[in-house]
Nanobody, 126 residues
Framework: QVHLVESGGGPVQSGGSLRLSCAAS??????MGWFRQAQGKEREEVAA???????WYADSVKVRFTLSRDNSKNTLYLQMNSLIPEDTAMYYC??????????????????????WGQGTQVTVSS
């Protein structure tokens, strides 16, 4: 059974940093990503990483955010720097366990993922 557990969220001042973690178990790592959803808004892409370490970033977080993984711990990380209030959202970790999805959708399309964590809240204050 697949499990994704996010952690690292919390309140932070504008300009500060947070590191989100997503611990994955129960499947072989391939494609994973982060998405976020602000209150009252639709979920949007943040970043994604494939099995060989290639990364994709949404324009809104490029340069400020860095995605990485620790294969020995099967954990995904999102280093978030220079945070602004617009980054306030629930951040979700997503995993692709059906390889066929990679041929149908791009890495930053939420439809490419078939398993989701419960989310971790990030709140950036001015």
């Amino acid at each position: 059974q697949v499990h994704l557990v996010e952690s690292g969220g919390g309140p932070v001042q504008s300009g500060g940093s947070l590191r989100l973690s997503c611990a994955a178990s129960g499947y072989t790592y391939s494609m994973m990503g982060w998405f976020r959803q602000a209150q009252g808004k639709e979920r949007e892409e943040v970043a994604a990483i494939d099995s060989v370490g290639r990364t994709w970033y949404a324009d809104s977080v490029k340069v400020r955010f860095t995605l990485s993984r620790d294969n020995s711990k099967n954990t995904l990380y999102l280093q978030m720097n220079s945070l602004i209030p617009e980054d306030t959202a629930m951040y979700y970790c997503a995993a692709q366990t059906d390889l066929r999805l990679s041929f149908r959708f791009s890495a930053l399309d939420e439809r490419a993922y078939n398993y989701w964590g419960q989310g971790t809240q990030v709140t950036v204050s001015s």
